[in-house]
């Protein structure tokens, strides 16, 4: 399977691309006042509104730097309810993909309740990686607060 590769402060991370759409450079996003931090705004994609978690955010508490590597990762999200729609995910240095089989991937022995989206592990050359899991990224407050008319839309 590819992943692309993110980082969280020095700790890599890999996001399978079977939901990636594509990866956009980093764009001004129009902020949402008074969502949760983890919310970065919203961007125009193709003539559609589209939703942005930071990911920075969600993990470590701080908004992402824009970087030169800063990037938009559109993910075609499942919904609780059914269907899907788009979601950027918001990454710092967003530069390469690695092929990794699933069996590559361990059960971390940990479970961190209010980090539900991370997944299993991974160990190549460099250390340690860890998938994120895009079903899980979104609570289901949030993923009501974002997509109010999925219902209607997918």
């Known amino acids: 399977m590819l992943h692309v590769l993110f ?9 399978e691309t079977g939901r990636l759409v594509e990866v956009v450079p980093f764009v001004e996003l129009r ?48 919904l609780a309810e059914g269907g899907s729609r788009p979601l950027g995910l918001l ?3 967003v530069v ?15 479970e961190i309740p209010e980090a539900h989206y991370l997944g299993r592990v991974a160990h ?5 990686l860890q998938a994120i899991e895009t079903d899980a990224l ?8 974002l997509f109010q008319d999925a219902a209607t839309c997918s």
């Open 7 to 15: 980082h969280l402060d020095d700790q890599r991370y890999a996001l």
């Open 31 to 78: 902020e949402l006042p008074r969502a949760p931090a983890c919310v970065a705004g919203l961007f125009d994609y193709r003539g559609r509104m589209v939703p942005v978690i930071d990911l920075t955010a969600l993990a470590l508490g701080r908004p992402s730097r824009v970087l030169h590597s800063t990037r938009i990762l559109l993910i075609d999200y499942p």
């Open 91 to 93: 990454a710092e240095r």
């Open 96 to 110: 390469e993909t690695l092929k990794l089989a699933p069996e590559a991937f361990t059960d971390a022995g940990v």
């Open 124 to 128: 190549d050359e460099r250390g340690l």
């Open 138 to 145: 979104l609570t289901p407050e949030v993923e009501a607060l």
